[in-house]
């Protein structure tokens, strides 16, 4: 079943209901999510999972933020009104535009990095985890270390030919 039709029709198995791309619960290869301590087990095989320090900055970049709430975005993400608040005190100077950035980011990416990373290093697969922090020079370093930024590096492959983020 194609994904717009799963959120659709089946919204419950839409990790993310807010998110454009999200884990779809196929009850093949995810009955739950990879996350959930419960359902995690031992494998032979390693895990990698990382994310980059401004993941969502890629989709944000472009948005006309400036009437939108960061609270809309924390609610879409299951976050009260304290988590902005927590998220303020934490980076006193972040603007609009940045926290609605960094609140996509963690809930979309790098909480469920760690979550899995630590789900998996608790049945004692070899699990290795990182965060990509370079910043693209690309459009004046505004993406910084952007969604995808990352890939080539991990998979030592920077130089093979590839479409730029830009």
């Known amino acids: 079943m194609a994904p717009v039709a799963v959120v659709s029709t089946e919204p419950e198995r839409?990790?993310?209901?807010?998110?454009?791309?999200?884990?779809?619960?196929?009850n093949e290869l995810f009955?739950?999510?990879p996350w959930n301590r419960h359902r995690?087990?031992?494998t032979s095989r390693e895990l990698i999972c990382g994310f980059t320090t401004d993941e969502?900055?890629?989709?944000?970049i472009d948005a006309d933020l400036s009437a939108s709430d960061p609270l809309d975005t924390a609610r879409a993400c299951g976050l009260?009104?304290?988590?902005?608040?927590?998220?303020?005190?934490?980076?006193p100077s972040i603007t609009d535009a940045d926290l609605h950035a960094l609140i996509l980011?963690?809930?979309?990416?790098?909480?469920?990095?760690?979550?899995?990373?630590e789900a998996a290093a608790?049945?004692?697969?070899n699990t290795y985890l990182y965060e990509?922090?370079?910043?693209?020079?690309?459009?004046?370093?505004?993406?910084?270390?952007?969604?995808?930024?990352?890939?080539?590096?991990?998979?030592?492959?920077?130089t093979a030919p590839s479409p730029p983020i830009s």
């Open 14 to 26: 839409w990790t993310y209901p807010h998110a454009p791309y999200s884990l779809i619960i196929d």
């Open 40 to 42: 995690a087990s031992a």
């Open 122 to 125: 608790e049945t004692g697969t």
């Open 132 to 158: 990509f922090a370079w910043p693209s020079p690309a459009r004046a370093g505004a993406l910084g270390a952007c969604h995808g930024l990352d890939v080539p590096f991990t998979f030592n492959t920077p």
């Open 56 to 60: 969502a900055r890629m989709f944000t």
């Open 31 to 33: 009955d739950a999510p």
């Open 105 to 117: 980011s963690d809930a979309l990416f790098r909480i469920p990095a760690l979550w899995c990373a």
């Open 80 to 91: 009260s009104a304290s988590a902005v608040r927590d998220y303020r005190t934490a980076n």
